[in-house]
């Protein structure tokens, strides 16, 4: 399956450029010309990267990688401007950026940034903005759950809470860290909100919920989703 990238981009000729050397390299490539269009498309559908110009018409790239992070979209961006300036490159490392890129760059390089990043990022079988595994679908851009292709009626947190156990399969994640990554730094919830939305989606999920399979107790550290 191709990874999907979002590239948001002002220049029709380095739009045109990217996309067909990117969909050589098997890359699926969907683009946008302004920042507010793409936060709208990066919100609202599945992406591997974003590659995000700094100078955009509407919304800048900095705008646009800080409100990608305060919404928790955690989706990978490398960054591209026609500036070198070093305070730059902090402020958009700073705002959540994952690389940088300055323009002009050799297309090599940039295909050897894309790649580095591609491998730093839990890699997992998706499908244009859809998971799977066992009997259960989720389908990311519709925010629905499916198991044995009935739809499963699963809150907000508890849909944002089993996206970010997707988005870091394999990793074991604190209670501490999902409080802060689900349900933000402005909450205030305890440690048992977490314990009982676990419970909530392994009651709706898991086979034998006593016994789960996929999101799985790490004694004294966390959880951890093996799906």
Request: glycine share 6%.
């Amino acid at each position: 399956m191709s990874k999907r990238i979002l590239l948001v981009e002002d220049e029709p000729g380095l739009i045109l450029t990217l996309t067909d050397r990117l969909t050589s390299e098997d890359y699926h490539v969907v683009s946008e010309r302004d920042g507010e269009a793409g936060l709208r498309r990066a919100s609202e559908d599945f992406f591997d990267l974003i590659v995000l110009d700094l100078m955009l018409p509407k919304k800048n790239g900095f705008d646009v990688c800080r409100d990608l992070r305060q919404k928790k979209i955690q989706t990978p961006v490398l960054m591209l401007t026609a500036r070198g300036q070093v305070v730059d490159k902090v402020v958009g490392l700073k705002l959540g950026a994952d690389d940088y890129l300055t323009k002009p760059f050799e297309m090599i390089e940039l295909l050897a940034r894309i790649e580095a990043l591609m491998r730093r990022t839990p890699q997992v079988t998706r499908s244009a903005g859809s998971y799977s595994f066992d009997d259960v679908r989720i389908d990311f851009a519709k925010a629905q759950v499916e198991k044995n292709g009935k739809q499963l009626e699963l809150s907000a947190k508890e849909f944002q809470l089993l996206k970010y156990f997707i988005e870091h399969r394999e990793d074991t994640l604190s209670r501490d860290q999902l409080l802060d990554e689900v349900w933000g730094y402005d909450s205030t919830p305890t440690t048992r909100t977490v314990d009982v939305h676990v419970a909530w989606l392994r009651q709706k999920l898991e086979t034998n919920p006593r016994h789960p399979v996929f999101i799985l107790t790490v004694h004294g550290l966390g959880y951890k989703f093996v799906g």
